[in-house]
Nanobody
């Protein structure tokens, strides 16, 4: 079993930055690929970024218009999502997920966190 806890969300003005964290615990978490998804009100959950178990390979969606960077620190069992130049369109609940591979399909992830709210407004 793997537990995922997101943090770092909050309210930020347009143009601001946030770094989200996902702390993982449980069996062999460092061997899982990790990803960030987001879900805005009234919209489907969408893939933001993924990273393989080693951190050497990242996958990003072309649908996100702002700079985002995913990284991980296996010594701390933590995955990060750095987001810059945020816009109101980035307002959503951001979820961390763990699975066997860093892919865009949400159905292929086995474990999910509870999410952290990101609100971008002036």
């Amino acid at each position: 079993q793997v537990q995922l806890v997101e943090s770092g969300g909050g309210s930020v003005q347009p143009g601001g930055s946030l770094r989200l964290s996902c702390a993982a615990s449980g069996r062999a978490v460092s061997r899982f690929a990790m990803a960030w998804f987001r879900q805005a009100p009234g919209k489907e959950r969408e893939f933001v970024a993924g990273i393989d178990w080693s951190g050497a390979s990242q996958l990003y969606t072309g649908d996100i218009k702002i700079p985002v960077t995913i990284s991980r620190d296996n010594a701390k069992n933590t995955v990060y999502l750095q987001m810059d130049s945020l816009t109101p369109e980035d307002t959503a609940v951001y979820y961390c997920a763990a699975g066997p591979a860093a892919v865009k399909a949400a159905t292929l992830y086995n474990y999910w966190g509870q999410g952290t709210q990101v609100t971008v407004s002036s």
